[in-house]
């Protein structure tokens, strides 16, 4: 991580489902927090790239997760889609200490490619 | 400013100029389409399946309306226009409305020709051009009957074929001495004709139609011959006129067809034209490949590339009847300085004849097989001197060059130009590439990336053996298919080895199993949750996580995000207590579509996550439970009123209906599984097309199983009568219970029973009174562990952080 990261606490780790997903609302953005099941945490935005579905509510599997609506697989890491097409969600920092859980608001800047 | 693109015709031409304008980037034109039809675009070569069943309207679309808006085409479907305005640059349509243009392109198609006999006008003769005609002839064929078709060409016996496919009886009535004369030659028209024969339907030949019979509606047709044919359908597929009218009207330089230069212009150069009613170099066509090709053209001069020229083309045919394999291409008629090599077969029903002209090939007929079509068009189009092969050359590619090798040899020897899909003018070296660069490993994918194959079809057999060649062992369109990729193994050999090795967890199966994920996928997690449920019931956990969201919500997700909520309504009855707490739930909660379903119980859209608990109380204390609306398990059991109400009934059907979903509630199955009861043969509750179907009749009950009514449509099978109500239940549960232990993940009933065969389902079912028992049981011993209204179980606590976000973030916390 390159940048200075502004941590704010969300919750314990033992709150979000493992291979499962928590929420996270502000005003302008809703922001899916996902645990896999190494414990593992990320964060990417809840918004499929295709057509807008709920990422939070797929399948989390290893660290990837399937959108609900048509299928399309979502790489948790950086946010991409799997697939011919590329698409990309916003993805964020998070990272866990002492068990509990933090998120930078400000989204990770891709590199240009 | 952008140019105004005006398009009169939504047909198959048109449509495929536009996708190749947008396909180069192109966005300097605005465009308007008009379509007399009064829908999208669609593929209409594939109406031929679709009369005969083999296909849904749904399947054929080629553009749907979210096309149109992604490419701003503005679409006027169900339009009709009626003059063409030079001078002013406007088309005028029937209402009177205008449309001005800077560049028109015309694509009316064709007309089908109708012999002006007496009768042509009587209710009950058709034509075969669009989707109506199909509707009409399908509306035919459900009353039974006769039906004549008038024409033995392409388009007649792919009629012939698909009425014959509904039930009819069909006669083919053809002018000349033998079928389809224009592509093939008698010795091959010959075994087609046998082989139509064979599969009931008449030919006569040498028929020439002097008059239609008939008051209102046709009755009959009467020969010159003087023979009468009955008929209640008959079908004229006697050819095609190109639709010149509008052009002609308007001063256009018009022949049999719109004359066109070879950049598709006609005598206007501001209008150009497409498809069917171009006549260029003395031509008319009537198939897609050369419409295909004249379509890129104009695209490419659209967007400024006048390099791009049209040039003619040779076109070749297939007559789309499954099982039938024929292809013609070129000349063959006998002429001076024509040679033609002959390869018969009779007894394997293959006959192949090349016509050659100084040593080069002009023309080839091939029936009953076809696999070397393709390279004999390749050398027909390069004009490739054969006489180095000449002896061999009737024996295919195979043989050039020693023995006959393996059948992939064939498409393996082929060079990167070979045209594979005639329609889309796809060649080989473009799918090979599409699918290693893109990793395409099924036919499907490759429709998507290259559009080979997406027309009419015939060239998916070729395709799939570039998609063997190129992926080799790793594509086998038959192998049994592993679960997912994360696994060699098929679905029934995870099924059998969960039980050998009692196997009681998804981590333990993945273990095992040696999965090549440390997770699996979307695809296995499901499968896997449902196996174990259904293999160890009572001991097995079930894992919400590996469930997809409707099943781990108790709702369905909507596009917006949204969920629907369904409480069950036993038997489809409900009360007046029931309809004011549902109506007060939608009223309190603000929800904004009530909607009766299709299984005779009311649906509430809209309502938003964090509602669901709150609704699912409320419902609950009206004494609604989950109506499982979301599951792959027991869905309705639809009933009709039964010998309660119906003068008809014979027996309580809603009473049994109510007793079968009270026993069925709750119970995992590997699709979702749907019943009904009817009270007497007249069906009213459609018993007939769900998973398990009741019919009351006097003497008893008449069980019915395998039928469904989603993508497939499919009647179901009898399985047998019975006589007591506890007959059904035990017969039913046995049922349910042996397809829930044997069914694949996301088979449903029908495919599941096609697949161990109908017959053994009796034999286990109905013959083998001890294991109809057994499975009877089994289901009962489930179903203590299952019948838990998952609602009350939210209501009550459980898993409560599914419906709340995590504390909301405080907005300096977000700056
Ligand atoms: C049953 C069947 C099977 C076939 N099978 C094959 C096959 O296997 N292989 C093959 O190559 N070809 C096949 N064909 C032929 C192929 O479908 C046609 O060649 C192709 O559809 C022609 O395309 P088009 O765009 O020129 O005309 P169309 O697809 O007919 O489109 C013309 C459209 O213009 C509309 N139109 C006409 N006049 C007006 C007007 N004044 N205002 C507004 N709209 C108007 C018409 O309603 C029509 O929708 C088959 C055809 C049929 C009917
Ligand atoms: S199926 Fe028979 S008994 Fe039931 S409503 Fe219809 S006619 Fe009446
Ligand atoms: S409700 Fe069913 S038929 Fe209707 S659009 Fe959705 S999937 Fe298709
Ligand atoms: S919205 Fe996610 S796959 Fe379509």
Request: glycine content about 10%.
């Amino acid at each position: 991580m390159t940048k200075e990261n502004n941590w704010v606490e969300l919750c314990q780790l033992s709150e979000i489902p493992e291979r499962g997903c928590r929420v996270v609302v502000t005003d302008e953005i809703k922001i899916a927090i996902f645990r896999t099941h190494t414990d593992d945490v990320y964060a990417i935005e809840d918004k499929c790239p295709h057509l807008g579905g709920a990422l939070s509510e797929g399948i989390v599997h290893g660290a990837q997760v399937t959108c609900p609506l048509h299928n399309l697989v979502i790489n948790l890491v950086n946010g991409e889609a799997l697939g011919p097409e590329p698409m990309c969600v916003k993805s964020f920092d998070v990272k866990k200490e002492d068990g509990k859980v933090y998120l930078d608001l400000v989204p990770v800047k891709k590199e240009a490619a | 400013m952008k140019k105004k693109l005006v398009v009169i015709g939504n047909g198959m031409a048109a449509g495929h100029m536009l996708e190749e304008l947008f396909d180069r980037g192109n966005t300097d034109y605005d465009v308007t389409i008009f379509g007399k039809e009064p829908r999208v675009n669609y593929n209409r070569m594939m109406l031929s399946p679709v009369l005969s069943g083999e296909k849904k309207y749904e399947e054929i679309i080629i553009h749907d309306e979210e096309w149109y808006k992604t490419n701003n085409v503005d679409l006027r479907t169900g339009v009709n226009i009626s003059k063409i305005d030079r001078e002013n640059k406007k088309v005028i349509d029937d209402d009177g409305n205008e449309t001005s243009y800077d560049k028109l392109l015309i694509a009316t198609g064709s007309y089908p020709f109708i012999i002006p006999v007496v009768g042509h006008k009587l209710k009950g003769v058709v034509s075969f051009r669009d989707l109506d005609d199909v509707d009409l002839m399908q509306e035919a064929a459900n009353r039974g009957g006769k039906a004549i078709v008038i024409g033995g060409g392409l388009l007649g016996l792919e009629a012939a074929a698909g009425l014959q496919m509904q039930g009819m009886d069909v006669t083919v009535l053809h002018l000349m001495p033998t079928l389809m004369e224009r592509q093939l030659d008698s010795a091959a028209a010959y075994l087609l004709e046998k082989e139509i024969e064979q599969r009931g339907i008449k030919v006569i030949t040498r028929a020439n139609t002097e008059k239609i019979i008939g008051d209102e509606h046709v009755e009959a047709i009467r020969l010159d011959d003087g023979r009468e044919l009955e008929a209640d359908l008959v079908v004229m597929a006697v050819g095609i006129r190109p639709e010149v009218k509008l052009a002609a009207e308007a001063g256009l330089m018009v022949n049999r067809g719109i004359l066109a230069s070879d950049h598709l212009q006609t005598s206007d150069p501001d209008i150009l034209t497409v498809g069917e009613c171009v006549e260029h170099g003395s031509e008319c066509y009537g198939l897609v490949a050369p419409l295909y090709e004249m379509a890129k053209v104009i695209a490419a001069n659209l967007d400024g590339d006048m390099s791009a020229k049209y040039t003619g083309s040779v076109t070749s045919t297939k007559l789309k009847v499954t099982g039938i394999d024929l292809f013609s291409i070129g000349d063959f008629a006998e002429d001076e300085g024509r040679e033609g090599i002959i390869l018969r077969d009779a007894a394997g029903g293959i006959y192949k004849r090349l016509i050659l002209e100084d040593n080069k090939l002009v023309g080839a007929v091939l029936y009953g097989e076809t696999g070397d079509s393709t390279w004999f068009t390749q050398l027909l189009r390069e004009g490739t001197d054969i006489s180095e092969m000449r002896e061999t050359v009737i024996f295919g590619q195979n043989f050039q060059g020693g023995p006959p090798l393996d059948p992939m040899a064939a498409v393996a020897a082929l060079p990167d130009e070979a045209e594979i899909c005639g329609c889309n003018g796809v060649c080989k070296g473009k799918i090979v590439s599409a699918i290693k660069e893109k990793g395409l490993s099924s036919v499907d994918d490759v429709r998507v990336h290259t559009k080979a194959s997406a027309s009419c079809g015939t060239c998916t057999n070729l395709v799939e053996q570039l998609l063997s060649l190129s992926l080799g062992d790793s594509f086998n369109p038959n192998a049994p298919k592993p679960m997912c990729p994360c696994t060699p193994l098929e679905h029934g050999d995870v099924r059998r080895l969960i039980v050998a090795k009692e196997l009681k967890s998804i981590p333990a199966v993945m273990q095992e199993l040696e999965w090549e994920t440390s997770c699996g996928c979307a695809k296995c997690r499901p499968a896997l949750n449902y196996y174990l449920l259904s293999t160890w019931p009572g001991e097995y956990v079930d894992d919400n996580q590996s469930r997809f969201v409707n099943e781990r919500l108790h709702a369905n997700i909507q596009k917006d995000g949204t969920y629907s909520v369904v409480p069950r309504m036993w038997g489809g009855i409900t009360s007046p207590e029931e309809l004011r707490a549902i109506a007060d739930v939608a009223d309190k909660y603000k929800i904004p579509t009530v909607k009766v379903t299709g299984g005779q119980r009311i649906d509430l859209l809209g309502v938003k996550k964090e509602d669901l608990t709150d609704v699912w109380a409320d419902l609950n204390n009206a004494g609604m439970i989950s109506g499982h609306a979301y599951a792959k398990g027991l869905r309705t059991v639809k009933t009709c009123v039964g010998k309660d109400w119906c003068r008809f009934g014979t027996q309580d059907s809603t009473g049994l209906g109510i007793k079968l979903e009270r026993t069925l509630w709750g119970s995992w199955t590997p699709a979702k599984v749907k019943l009904a009861v009817s009270g007497c043969p007249r069906n009213c509750s459609e018993a007939t097309c769900k998973d398990v179907g009741v019919i009351c009749v006097d003497s008893g009950y008449e069980l019915h199983f395998g039928g469904a009514a989603g993508l497939d449509i499919k009647g179901t099978e009898i399985l047998c009568n019975v006589t007591t109500e506890d007959e059904v239940m035990e017969y039913t549960t046995a049922l349910i219970q042996l397809y829930r232990e044997e069914g694949y993940y996301l088979e449903r009933i029908y495919k599941w029973a096609k697949r161990v065969g109908f017959d053994r389902v009796r034999e286990v079912i109905v013959d083998d009174e001890e294991q109809r028992k057994t499975l009877s049981k089994r289901f009962y011993h489930a179903q203590q562990f299952l019948q838990i209204d998952p609602w009350k179980e939210f209501v009550d606590g459980k898993d409560a952080h599914e419906f709340a976000p995590i504390k909301p973030i405080p907005l300096e916390a977000a700056q």
